[in-house]
T-cell receptor, first 117, second 114 residues
Framework: ETGVTQTPRHLVMGMTNKKSLKCEQH?????MYWYKQSAKKPLELMFV???????ENNSVPSRFSPECPNSSHLFLHLHTLQPEDSALYLC????????????????FGPGTRLTVL | GDSVTQMEGPVTLSEEAFLTINCTYT??????LFWYVQYPGEGLQLLLK?????DKGSNKGFEATYRKETTSFHLEKGSVQVSDSAVYFC?????????????FGKGTKLSVKP
């Protein structure tokens, strides 16, 4: 499925810039996720939103600030990042949590390749 | 805590070769198990899944069987194609208060040569 879109696809920013990543899903899902994918490291879950409420924050530094205005949109606001934050940032969505039959089936966007100079 | 361990890559095979990518897990309760695939320049896509012991997930010629006794979910394909070149991730769904959250292995890069 290609129902999850992310913009921009590529982003280069300086350490003092402020930028935002956007994710949009057209699948009618109620849960949305931000992941960080770095080379040679496991995929890292950053934030989880369920029905617009944040349900998980995996000790992510405060320079990453998520926002979920509705169940279809998810943002990741970035400020004063570090070079080690350079990575592929993936957004995903899933059907309503608690539905065991579909639990764990997440649909991913193509990601935003972020480079921090 | 829950975790997934999969074989390190990269794996390089010739077209039509047999593929096995090993995956073992540690989990409390009864997790669901997944294989996701990431083609170059794309996000992850669900390849197959199994929700209980002895279930076999299958898709596009790939198969994996949920083995509770060995806590394994190895991915197999009888004859790989060049188009199967991608990174493959084993994952499990965490139970309890994190229903729906996935825990991923590190990924195994597969390259298939013509």
């Amino acid at each position: 499925e290609t129902g999850v879109t992310q913009t921009p696809r590529h982003l280069v920013m300086g350490m003092t810039n402020k930028k935002s990543l956007k994710c949009e899903q057209h699948l009618g899902h109620n849960a949305m996720y931000w992941y960080k994918q770095s080379a040679k490291k496991p995929l890292e879950l950053m934030f989880v939103y369920n029905f617009k409420e944040q349900t998980e924050n995996n000790s992510v530094p405060s320079r990453f600030s998520p926002e979920c205005p509705n169940s279809s949109h998810l943002f990741l606001h970035l400020h004063t990042l570090q070079p080690e934050d350079s990575a592929l940032y993936l957004c995903a969505s899933s059907p309503t949590m608690g539905d065991k039959r579909r639990m764990g089936t997440q649909y991913f966007g193509p990601g935003t390749r972020l480079t921090v100079l | 805590g829950d975790s997934v361990t999969q074989m390190e890559g990269p794996v390089t095979l010739s077209e039509e070769a047999f593929l096995t990518i090993n995956c073992t897990y540690t989990a409390t309760g009864y997790p669901s198990l997944f294989w996701y695939v990431q083609y170059p320049g794309e996000g992850l896509q669900l390849l197959l899944k199994a929700t209980k012991a002895d279930d076999k997930g299958s898709n596009k010629g790939f198969e994996a069987t949920y083995r509770k006794e060995t806590t394994s979910f190895h991915l197999e394909k009888g004859s790989v194609q060049v188009s199967d070149s991608a990174v493959y991730f084993c994952a499990l769904s965490a139970g309890g208060g994190s229903q729906g959250n996935l825990i991923f292995g590190k990924g195994t890069k597969l390259s298939v040569k013509p």
